[in-house]
Every structure is written in structure tokens, then in C-alpha cells.
């Protein structure tokens, strides 16, 4: 149990640990979660909120260096899964359980069109990125559907996430949250995740 991440490099790397639990502050009801859930009576299915950096990370960063993007002048690695560019110990959104998932693609658009008002200079030159501020946002939107079963034998839960990866100009981060969604599943049961994205919430 912790308030927040630190280096468990030493557990993660070690034969003699075959798993790691980490319950954040539970609550007085914490003691009975996590004994359900080492007994196997509860299937975890929760997932990092954070980055969890290595001690190598806190020992070159000051702590009010706040920065979120990386500065290779400098060395600085960035802040945060949107921008950091060094090693992890977890990334955000890792996390495990006791029974496997599978996904399958049913739907997503193969090609967003961005309107431009008439004179947009990318009309006349090749552009590397077009800010959606304004009226240009107003309307787009597109949906993403999958399919996901749960392989395993025990009921759960499972949370899926969708990413974009902007182009690598103007520093924009590695990439970006779009939304996320759980899905709770009995064994060997399927169900279908929509998820929605419009330029409103980017």
C-alpha cells in the first residue's frame, strides 16, 4: 500500500515474487478487498492511474520542475505517459488478472476529414498539423467499436482504451487518451464496447 508510485524495480525483477498488488489507500474495507482478492474469491481489474517512474527519475528531476514535455537540450525526459520519453518501472494503464482478454475491431473509420474554411493555407501547401479550435470542431466526432471476450474461466472486469498518436511535430506528446470503457464479463462471454470521440472533449 502507497499514496502514490515509487521504484519497485528490486520486486518486478525478482524470482522469488511471482506477483505484485497494489492497493493505493483502500479504506477501512481494504484488508477484506485484498484478501478476496489473494484468495481468488475477486478478479482484479484495475489499472494504473500514473506513470510509475524509476529512482533514476527522481534523482535527476527537482520536484518543482513541473515541465510536462521533454527538452533533449537539456536531457529533460518529460512528464507524465503523454510526454515522458524515458524507462518505466508500470506504465499508465498497466494492470493484470486472472483471466485473459481478447479484442476484435468491429468498427472504426479508416479517414477523418477535417473541414477548412475557404483560403486555409493548407489548401495551397502541404501542412504538418491543423488546429481544430473554432468552427472547425464543431460536428466532429467519430465512434469506435469493439469486441471483447473474456478466454478465462473466472468473471470479470475488463477496461479498454483508445489512444491517438498525433504526428511528431510542434512537440505534441507520444500520444493521447481519447476515452476509455469497462466491460464486465462472465466466463467465456462476449460484449461489445463503443466508444465515442468528439473534438469537443480533446
Given amino acids: 500500500m502507497s499514496g502514490g508510485p ?8 525478482s524470482d ?4 505484485i498488488l497494489w492497493a493505493g489507500y483502500p479504506g477501512e474495507a481494504g484488508g477484506a478487498a485484498l484478501t478476496d ?33 521533454p527538452d533533449p537540450s537539456t536531457g529533460y525526459p518529460g512528464r507524465t505517459y ?10 499508465f494503464g498497466d494492470g493484470l488478472s486472472y483471466t485473459d482478454y481478447t479484442h476484435h475491431l468491429v468498427q ?18 502541404r501542412c504538418k498539423s491543423v488546429d481544430l479550435a473554432g468552427s472547425r470542431c464543431e460536428n466532429l466526432a467519430f ?7 473474456n478466454s478465462g474461466r473466472m468473471p470479470g472486469g475488463h477496461t479498454v482504451f483508445l489512444f ?10 507520444k500520444k493521447h487518451l481519447l476515452g476509455f470503457e469497462k466491460v464486465f464479463l462472465g466466463p467465456r462471454g462476449e460484449g461489445d464496447v463503443a466508444l465515442e470521440w468528439t473534438c469537443a472533449r480533446t
Wanted: hydrophobic share 35%; charged share 15%.
Fill in 37 to 69: 482478492i489473494i484468495f481468488g474469491q475477486y478478479n482484479p481489474s484495475g489499472r494504473l492511474p500514473v506513470t510509475w517512474y524509476p529512482q533514476s527519475f527522481a534523482d535527476s528531476v527537482p520536484m518543482t520542475d513541473m515541465r510536462m514535455r
Fill in 164 to 173: 491517438s498518436t498525433p504526428p511528431a511535430v510542434h512537440n505534441a506528446p
Fill in 82 to 91: 503523454r510526454f515522458y520519453t524515458g524507462d518505466t518501472v508500470y506504465s
Fill in 108 to 125: 472504426a473509420p479508416k479517414l477523418v476529414s477535417i473541414p477548412l474554411e475557404e483560403g486555409h493555407s493548407c489548401y495551397s501547401s
Fill in 6 to 13: 515509487f521504484d519497485i524495480s528490486f520486486a518486478k525483477s
Fill in 143 to 149: 465512434d469506435v467499436q469493439l469486441r471483447v471476450r
Fill in 16 to 19: 522469488q515474487i511471482s506477483a
